[in-house]
């Protein structure tokens, strides 16, 4: 068996451990947030997504983006080049000054809610209520940054030693807090004059404390669970932060985005930040599941193959990690854009939630999902950039990207209020798609090109068929509610033309990728069926 197979097939298996983790969280994320939907109105979702948004940013910069690509390269040069032991030193002196940073932005954070709030969403003056509300929310949510951060540092140290379940499966655990935390003390601060949604301030804060626990028991087995040092006069730390400061700017260009989009939500009218932001929760489920995992799972394969100099392997390896994700990424786009009435129905259509609020956010994750096979291709070239060191070439084009999305945004979003604005988002990410994949051919052969395209045209093929398939499933299944099941309520009707159009898009995906020869598909589904043959 060749290592470039051996590689790929460990890259596969890493991805379906992290995918099995973030499908656990965000099927437990759709549950937090019919909770979030159906038990509070409108005002106080719009409220703590804005405020709940700010800390948040700022954890998605941290564990999915900034410390994970500027961390995890470093630390694999040091258990290369020095062994484990520094290593270890290193790791702690990082935890020290990450963690008075974590502290500081805190403390911060909660000092100048007003002013934060003013900034991203300075429509909410409209409403004293609401803006006071906001701010509230972001001062007492600020510090889950530190608990965040400090999980995403374990978890780096974690998948550079290659160990992904805990960093995989400890995510669910927030959301487990927010479900509980929203049962248990709703009620008790509605008694003591508060407002009901603040029961969501210590679901986040318990959640973020439980994340660190849980990564404790896999740092002790590679010897990392260690106190923070004061040793910060490091070379490899300061690699850290020449890394970090570029990679911020670049992965930060893109929640800029989303912040700048909040700010022109809070102005299109109540609701429109939480039809928003559930449109980017039911495209989020897609790219979490798999784009995420993949993109986790390829990160220290690519940094070690860069240090090693192998570039053929690196370029094999990336072509792949491209192939597995647009073989996900592609029906997924397709599919959510198809059944995106259905799909807004089943998840979030009941309690206060209502038929206004289902429209208003299809209409929303029709245009945010027609992006989500763009920013698949994002997520996996810039993990090789960040691999080999190059940290200008994403912030450059996050920058262009970044005034494509206001441009776009302001335009549409005047007009077509928070659909205007899902559309710039997918405006921006196309551009910068097509940027990253234009600079990223060094790091890509002709084989690993003609590679990709051969896959990609034998994955959009079947997942056309399957669209079509999937249309006619959707008008006999409208025949069919029509005929026997009139007076079905919604609910049922969306349950009914969601199994039908979802189980004939699948079906037909899988035998046309089976007579197409697709091996992605293949190397993704063969090792479960040959499995399951035993």
């Known amino acids: 068996m060749s290592s470039k197979k051996t590689e790929n097939q460990k890259i596969t298996g890493r991805a379906a451990i992290v995918a099995a983790g973030t499908l656990t969280s965000r099927i437990l994320g759709l549950v937090r947030d019919q909770v979030l939907t159906g038990l509070f109105s409108r005002m106080a979702t719009d409220a703590f997504l804005i405020a709940f948004q700010l800390p948040n940013l700022l954890r998605q910069l941290l564990a999915e983006g900034a410390v994970q690509n500027a961390v995890l390269p470093v630390l694999t040069e040091e258990l290369k080049g020095k062994g484990e032991k520094e290593a270890l030193v290193f790791f702690r002196g990082l935890i020290g000054v990450f963690g008075l940073i974590l502290l500081g932005v805190s403390i911060l954070g909660s000092i100048f809610a007003p002013e934060l709030v003013q900034l991203f969403a300075k429509g909410f003056e409209k409403d004293p209520e609401q803006f006071e509300l906001t701010v509230e929310l972001t001062r007492w949510l600020f510090p889950y940054i530190f608990f965040m951060g400090s999980a995403s540092l374990c978890a780096a140290a974690l998948n550079t030693h290659k160990k992904f379940v805990a960093t995989s499966?400890?995510?669910?655990?927030?959301?487990?807090?927010?479900?509980?935390?929203?049962?248990?003390?709703?009620?008790?601060?509605?008694?003591?004059?508060?407002?009901?949604?603040?029961?969501?301030?210590?679901?986040?804060?318990?959640?973020?404390?439980f994340q660190v626990f849980a990564l404790w028991p896999s740092l002790k087995k590679i010897g990392y669970l260690r106190l923070p040092s004061l040793k910060w006069q490091q070379p490899a730390i300061r690699r850290v932060f020449l890394r970090l400061g570029p990679t911020l700017l670049g992965i930060g260009v893109y929640y800029v985005d989303v912040l700048v989009g909040r700010r022109l939500l809070s102005e299109a009218g109540e609701g429109s930040v939480t039809y928003f932001s559930m449109a980017m929760r039911l495209c989020d489920f897609p790219q979490g599941i798999f784009v995420m995992a993949m993109q986790t799972a390829t990160l220290p394969s690519l940094a070690a193959l860069f240090s090693q100099g192998k570039k053929e392997e690196l370029s094999s390896t990336l072509s792949y990690a491209l192939r597995l994700t647009l073989y996900v990424a592609i029906p997924a786009t397709i599919g959510i854009v198809l059944l995106s009435r259905p799909i807004v129905q089943v998840v979030f259509g009941h309690g206060q939630f209502d038929e206004r609020a289902v429209i208003q956010t299809a209409q929303a994750l029709v245009?945010?999902?027609?992006?989500?096979?763009?920013?698949?291709?994002?997520?996996?070239?810039?993990?090789?950039?960040?691999?080999?060191g190059d940290t200008k070439t994403p912030v450059k084009i996050a920058a262009f990207d970044f005034l494509i999305f206001a441009a776009a945004a302001f335009l549409l979003g005047k007009q077509y209020g928070h659909v205007g604005i899902s559309w710039a988002v997918s405006i921006a990410s196309l551009a910068q798609a097509a940027l990253l994949l234009f600079a990223a051919r060094p790091y890509i052969s002709k084989a690993g090109i003609t590679a990709l395209v051969n896959s990609t045209i034998k994955t959009a093929l079947a997942a056309l068929c399957a669209s079509f398939a999937a249309f006619l499933g959707l008008l006999l299944s409208a025949h069919l509610l029509q005929s026997f099941f009139d007076s079905a309520s919604q609910f049922l009707q969306a349950v009914i033309n969601l199994g039908a159009g979802g189980l004939v898009f699948l079906l037909t995906y899988l035998i046309s990728g089976a007579l197409l020869k697709n091996g992605e598909q293949e190397a993704l589904l063969g090792p479960l069926l040959r499995r399951i043959a035993r």
């Open 169 to 209: 499966f400890a995510p669910a655990l927030l959301n487990l807090a927010f479900i509980s935390s929203a049962f248990a003390f709703a009620n008790y601060f509605e008694q003591e004059g508060q407002d009901r949604i603040f029961s969501l301030v210590v679901g986040a804060l318990f959640g973020g404390a």
């Open 367 to 388: 245009a945010q999902g027609s992006a989500i096979f763009l920013v698949a291709i994002v997520r996996q070239v810039v993990a090789v950039f960040f691999a080999a």
